[in-house]
């Protein structure tokens, strides 16, 4: 079964075609700044009117148009009450057509994006691309979905309660992974981590029955997820000490990776990673157990989570002028994600431990508690300096004490003379922030002054 032609996924989704529904789309798109050409463009009603950009993207080289209403446009076109509730059912549609052996969800306040890389590495799964992870991105990314995969892993996250069912109706995993359960989104939920909790849990109640979900052994609210009764029909395995699953014999290879022994109930399984930090043996050890448990093969396993490389922004490692390093984890931030990388920042050989951070967002009332808890969290882990920018940056600041600078925005960090200029050559630093904060400007500024050759 090759990619749908408007008239056959018309067959699946409902609706009627105008023009030739022959015509077959290579993938679907939401915006046209991204349409590659030959796809389908989604006219969605969100903030603006997506058939207002119709036109446009025929110029950008769409080959058909989902829109809600005929337009005097000459471009084949599938007609659908609400293009909203068509574009999820495309990708349930396809999922369910060409649906591989094991279908992996994963979600988590932190690390999912990178642990879904490395379970899609041990698996040689499809996997749902960059972050498309949300009501829109992941049937967006299952309507084109290829026949003939062993595996699939999609990354599932959500920012309020309900989201990852939905998404668990359009997908429904035969296997599940939740990486943490923190603090991440808190501002939407007044019942606190418990209502996170409840929330990422909607992966482990959207499962299918008779499969399995790993978790690490230490996170409480993952123990909670599992004692739930909506968690009754999969079996929960926890990943880490005093489980018959978890790591062990862990060494830091520096800029090279880590090393560790990947322990299951049965034997002990060697990895080097060429991710780095403590959180990705993590990562790997709750990747490796989920793909054991669905049958894949230990060596593959093991030599596919030692093929995974950092992705920009996500651990990607940057040699410096006079020996420094730069660890790019700018793609997002929560506290929990900030120590890990600091840990990992640690770990490499160098000078100076410093940290450029953009603010977290989405903690509510805790928000400026929990800055200054992370502030005081760097400290103890023995960073030296830190510069900060963003709304809270000087709880952050107040949290780490003397060595910290706090700043507005991110042009007041490239202004001022105690900015990034005032960074060490030499220095070992992590940048990573909140998405909101494009903390990747700092990578580049740096880069473009440090790099080493």
């Keep these: 079964m090759s990619l749908w032609t408007l008239a056959e996924a018309r067959g699946h989704i409902g609706g009627a075609v105008v023009g030739d529904g022959g015509v077959v789309p290579t993938a679907l798109s939401l915006d046209t700044r991204t349409l590659p050409?030959?796809?389908?463009?989604?006219?969605?009603?969100?903030?603006?009117?997506?058939?207002?950009?119709?036109?446009?993207a025929m110029e950008r080289g769409a080959a058909a148009l989902l829109v809600d209403h005929a337009l005097s446009l000459d471009i084949p076109q599938l007609v659908v009450p609400d293009t909203l509730q068509a574009l999820q059912a495309w990708g349930a549609a396809r999922l369910a057509a060409v649906r591989p052996r094991v279908v992996f969800g994963v979600t988590g306040s932190v690390g999912k994006t990178s642990t879904k890389e490395l379970l899609a590495a041990a698996t040689g799964a499809w996997k749902t691309p960059g972050n498309?992870?949300?009501?829109?991105?992941?049937?967006?990314?299952?309507?084109?979905l290829p026949e003939g995969e062993?595996?699939?892993?999609?990354?599932?996250?959500?920012?309020?309660?309900?989201e990852i069912r939905?998404?668990?109706?359009?997908a429904p995993p035969d296997f599940g992974l939740v990486t943490t359960i923190g603090t991440a989104h808190m501002e939407n939920f007044a019942d606190g981590q418990e209502g996170i909790a409840r929330a990422k849990g909607e992966l482990v109640a959207g499962t299918r029955a008779g499969g399995a979900w790993v978790h690490l052994a230490a996170d409480p609210w993952c123990r909670w997820t599992a004692e739930q009764p909506w968690a009754a029909h999969v079996l929960a395995v926890p990943v880490g000490d005093g489980a018959a699953f978890g790591w062990e014999s862990c060494e830091s290879l520096g800029p090279k990776g880590e090393r560790f022994t990947?322990?299951?109930?049965?034997?002990?399984?060697?990895?080097?990673?060429?991710?780095?930090?403590?959180?990705?043996?993590?990562?790997?050890?709750?990747?490796?157990?989920?793909?054991?448990?669905?049958?894949?093969?230990?060596?593959?396993v093991a030599l596919g989570l030692g093929r995974?490389?950092?992705?920009?922004?996500?651990?990607?490692?940057?040699?410096l002028q006079g020996g420094g390093w730069l660890l790019d984890e700018s793609y997002n931030a929560s506290r929990d994600s900030i120590l890990a990388c600091a840990e990992a920042l640690l770990a490499l050989e160098g000078g100076e431990p410093v940290a450029v951070l953009g603010c977290m967002r989405?903690?509510?009332?805790?928000?400026?508690?929990?800055?200054?808890?992370?502030?005081?969290?760097?400290k103890a882990l023995g960073l030296r300096r830190v510069w900060i920018f963003g709304t809270e940056a000087a709880a952050l600041a107040s949290g780490f004490g003397s060595g910290a600078r706090a700043f507005p925005d991110f042009e007041a960090l490239v202004?001022?003379?105690?900015?990034?200029?005032?960074?060490?050559?030499?220095?070992?630093?992590?940048?990573?922030?909140?998405?909101?904060?494009?903390?990747?400007?700092a990578v580049e500024w740096l880069l473009a002054r440090r790099a080493a050759g």
């Excluded at 939905?166 to 359009?170: A, P």
């Excluded at 990673?273 to 060596?299: D, I, S, T």
């Excluded at 995974?308 to 040699?319: F, N």
């Design 37 to 56: 050409p030959g796809a389908c463009f989604v006219a969605l009603r969100a903030e603006r009117d997506g058939h207002a950009f119709a036109a446009q």
């Design 132 to 144: 498309r992870n949300n009501t829109l991105g992941l049937p967006e990314a299952l309507a084109t």
């Design 150 to 162: 062993a595996a699939a892993v999609l990354e599932m996250g959500m920012s309020t309660p309900g």
């Design 166 to 170: 939905r998404l668990t109706e359009i």
């Design 262 to 300: 990947l322990r299951t109930p049965e034997y002990r399984l060697p990895v080097t990673l060429r991710l780095r930090g403590a959180h990705q043996v993590r990562n790997a050890a709750l990747a490796g157990a989920l793909a054991l448990l669905a049958g894949f093969h230990r060596e593959a």
């Design 308 to 319: 995974t490389e950092p992705e920009a922004g996500r651990g990607r490692l940057h040699e």
């Design 362 to 378: 989405e903690l509510g009332a805790d928000s400026e508690r929990l800055h200054a808890a992370t502030g005081e969290g760097l």
């Design 415 to 441: 202004e001022d003379p105690a900015g990034l200029d005032a960074v060490p050559v030499g220095a070992r630093i992590l940048v990573k922030g909140s998405r909101h904060w494009r903390s990747e400007r």
